[in-house]
């Protein structure tokens, strides 16, 4: 299976604002920059992804796409993860994938045997959904559309609701996928409190660990 990895990335400016109470902007850029970073480092080892894609319009981010081989599209305005993702979508299709699996840069457990188990639940399927919510079962942490355009996406507004519905209304298969590596994302300072906890390790965690007294 041709599957494509997408990366949504706000400008680092504008990213984790909810953090603002507790971090500098300085270090919701720095935090930005090490998340993204991670993420890469966990997709370019992950064998059942042909290729990974970064969507921003943060050169910053560009810069570290290509670092780990990524491929960077360009987002002349950012208008939200759904406006991204579409980018990639018209991307993908015309690359000839079969299936794209959108993850988000904040996951820092993220694993990519995790992510190998979700994308074999779609090897079988013509078509098919996988998710994975965020630990409020909320968000999306993980979607797979096989094939790409299988549904749209619904991020921002109880997303992960959004995409069943979606997927459902359409007929379309869903597979529900639970990780608690995956469903772990920093949104607010109570996250980053947890994994600063956390017994794993990667440069995010290390980032929240220094910066516990302040969380």
Do not use: W
């Not at 680092?12 to 998340?35: P, W």
């Not at 208008?79 to 991307?91: F, K, L, P, T």
């Not at 299709?93 to 079969?98: L, N």
């Amino acid at each position: 299976m041709n599957t494509f990895a997408i990366i949504p990335v706000k400008k680092f400016e504008n990213g984790k604002t909810r953090m603002s109470a507790m971090l500098s902007l300085d270090e919701r850029i720095r935090l930005s920059s090490l998340m993204l970073a991670g993420t890469l480092e966990v997709l370019a080892g992950t064998q059942s992804l042909k290729q990974v894609l970064v969507v921003s319009g943060d050169r910053r981010a560009q810069e570290i796409a290509a670092q780990y081989s990524a491929k960077f599209l360009h987002e002349e305005k950012e208008s939200g993860v759904n406006s991204a993702v579409a980018i990639a979508d018209d991307y993908c299709i015309k690359e000839g994938a079969d299936a794209t699996v959108v993850i988000p840069q904040d996951l820092p457990l993220l694993d990519a045997v995790d992510i190998s188990m979700a994308c074999s639940l779609a090897e079988s399927e013509d078509k098919c959904i996988v998710i994975c919510p965020s630990s409020r079962y909320d968000g999306t942490n993980l979607l797979l559309r096989k094939p790409p355009a299988a549904i749209k996406t619904y991020y921002d507004n109880n997303s992960y609701e959004a995409h069943i519905k979606a997927a459902k209304e359409l007929e379309i298969p869903v597979k529900l996928f639970f990780s608690k590596k995956l469903m772990s994302d920093i949104d607010t300072p109570e996250d980053a409190k947890q994994l600063a906890r956390e017994s794993g390790t990667g440069r995010t965690l290390e980032f929240l660990r220094a910066k516990a007294d302040k969380l």
